[in-house]
């Protein structure tokens, strides 16, 4: 699903009202209609005080539009036109009218006006700001932010957090909306799926609102949100007439004195996600635990004892995950530069394998093309440099990617893939997933799929996507505090299942 920047809302929507040859109010009352459906489906006629504070652009326009719907099937509402401006939207002005004309005389709030009350068994519709938001609010309309922020009430937005920026930080954190639950429409934002700009809102859902097909299928964009129905088409149906060979082997390098753990979930993960053969290259003291807790792979021993000193893999490999456990100590580093040098395929990277990328940065350069690096946030600082911010990082992130020619995975909450200038953010996992050995897991998994023949790119999003689906299943059979790496290996399967499952029905026309 495509994540549209503003001016690409704005096409959209400008797009859609010539070719549908619609008059420009019709999709405010699109937006207005679905929003109605979505509370009163809820609601069912409850005598709960909805109190909607309406900006005076479109944003604001699709509060008031709401207003009338919810007036006519008789709910409780208070309207307050939030006055920032003297430069009131056409259609803002036109629901204004539909609004007066049905005897409904909204508050106007002013700078100097007196905030309003607000019980905590209120519902706050939010339609102060939406995408338009492009400066700073004034401070009363920030002081009137932090006053509903205080109140306790439920606060749904629309489209997006009042006070929110849709490309950048905010100018001042307290002068957001901290949305219960946001309405948005047809695409989502990018803000929401990023760890500073995220936690305005708890819950966010889609409304369609029609916006034209055409344009919402050939419009480019910089970033995808990788939803079921994205990730379906990128898995390959195993084939009757096949055999282990078909699926590839693949060699998992890493583990030292007391972390042969991180391998061994590795390798579990490669083979539950399916590759046909599974090889751990080890130190030697990793020997006996491997052989015994993961029977279905097979162990190679490095000369030394307790760290990897030489890494000498007798057969080609279809895919070479390596890092996990693996250490900094420098027999590693010399063994993990020469590795570099000798190998020609592309590697997924994680953990201190890019930790010794970041300390000897002429390394980068050997990085076979195509490779998966997959840094935790802690990791890629290290390898791109401090950030000023989320967008910063996306930046650097981004830069660093196509520079490498690599696919680079940020990790994190929503986890987000980089690669040739695009970025596809993960709609899978859960805090359940922040436990020891989660991303050895994940980086099995990815050198699974890497072996069994999926490209680099597709192999990290389709891995990426089936970690956090079976790290959400996990959680719903023992819960986020519970859950730990290896139950997520355990859940691959019915995260397989998952993906073709069709969705339950949606409750409302929403979503
Ligand atoms: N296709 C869709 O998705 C559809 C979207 N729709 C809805 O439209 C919303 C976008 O509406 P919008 O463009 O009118 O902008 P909105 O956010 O209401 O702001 C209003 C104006 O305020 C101004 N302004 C900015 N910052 C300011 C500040 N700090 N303090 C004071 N003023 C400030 C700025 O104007 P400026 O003064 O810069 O010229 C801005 O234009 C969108 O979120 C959705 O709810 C639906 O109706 C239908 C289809
Ligand atoms: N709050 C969260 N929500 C969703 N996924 C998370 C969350 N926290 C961590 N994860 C996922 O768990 C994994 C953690 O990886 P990492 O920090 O490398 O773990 P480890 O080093 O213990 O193996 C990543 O895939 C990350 O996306
Ligand atoms: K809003």
Excluded at 346 to 369: C, F, R, T, Y
Aim: glycine residues 10%; contains cysteine; hydrophobic residues 40%.
């Amino acid at each position: 699903m495509k994540i549209f920047t503003a001016n690409q809302i704005y096409k959209a929507d400008k797009f859609t009202i010539e070719k549908q040859q619609i008059p420009s109010d019709a999709l405010m009352e699109r937006a207005a209609t679905q929003l109605f459906e979505w509370i009163h489906s809820r609601l069912q006629g409850a005598e709960v005080t909805i109190q909607l504070f309406c900006g005076i652009g479109n944003n604001g326009g699709d509060g008031i539009a709401l207003a009338r719907h919810l007036k006519e099937a008789d709910y409780n509402i208070q309207v307050h036109v939030v006055n920032y401006s003297e430069k009131r939207s056409k259609d803002f002005l036109l629901n204004l009218e539909r609004l007066k004309d049905r005897k409904i005389w909204p508050e106007f709030l002013n700078d100097d006006c007196v905030m309003p009350e607000i019980s905590p068994n209120d519902i706050i519709v939010d339609a102060i700001f939406g995408i338009g938001l492009n400066r700073a609010p004034s401070e009363w309309v920030g002081k009137l932010i932090e006053h509903i922020n205080a109140s306790q009430a439920f606060v749904l937005s629309v489209d997006i957090p009042s006070g929110l920026p849709s490309d950048r930080m905010p100018w001042n954190t307290d002068h957001v909306i901290r949305a219960s639950y946001v309405l948005s429409f047809q695409v989502p934002k990018l803000v929401f799926f990023l760890p500073e700009t995220g936690v305005y809102q708890n819950q966010w859902e889609l409304l369609d609102i029609g916006l034209d097909a055409e344009f919402l299928v050939k419009e480019e964009v910089d970033y995808e949100f990788m939803t079921q129905f994205d990730v379906q088409p990128i898995y390959r149906p195993r084939l009757k007439f096949s055999h282990k060979g078909t699926y590839g082997h693949a060699v998992i390098v890493g583990g030292g004195y007391g972390k042969i753990g991180a391998v061994q979930m590795a390798a579990n993960a490669c083979l539950s996600i399916g590759a046909g053969l599974a090889t751990t290259f080890v130190p030697e003291c990793g020997y006996h635990s491997l052989q015994t807790a993961l029977p279905e792979a097979m162990v190679l021993t490095d000369a030394e004892d307790d760290y990897i000193s030489e890494i000498k893999i007798p057969f080609k490999p279809n895919a070479i995950g390596i890092g996990m456990g693996m250490g900094t100590k420098e027999e590693t580093v010399q063994a993990f530069g020469k590795f570099l040098k000798e190998v020609d395929l592309p590697l997924v990277i994680d953990a201190d394998g890019l930790n010794i990328l970041s300390q000897n940065p002429k390394l980068l350069n050997e990085i076979p093309k195509l490779s998966i690096l997959t840094p935790h946030p802690k990791e890629l600082e290290r390898l791109i440099g401090e950030w000023k911010n989320d967008f910063d990082k996306l930046d650097k992130a981004k830069t660093f990617a196509t520079k490498h020619d690599i696919v680079l995975v940020i990790k994190g909450a929503h986890t987000i893939t980089f690669y040739g200038g695009k970025g596809y953010v993960n709609s899978t996992g859960n805090p359940g997933m922040a436990t020891a050995g989660s991303g050895d897991v994940l980086t099995g998994m990815i050198t699974g799929l890497v072996a069994m023949g999926y490209d680099s790119l597709p192999a990290t999003v389709l891995g990426v996507y089936l970690h956090g689906l079976a790290g959400d299943i996990g959680a719903s059979l023992v819960s986020y505090d519970a859950l730990k790496a290896t139950g997520i290996i355990e859940n691959i399967g019915k995260a397989y299942l998952e993906l073709f499952k069709r969705p339950e029905p949606q409750e409302g026309k929403g979503a």
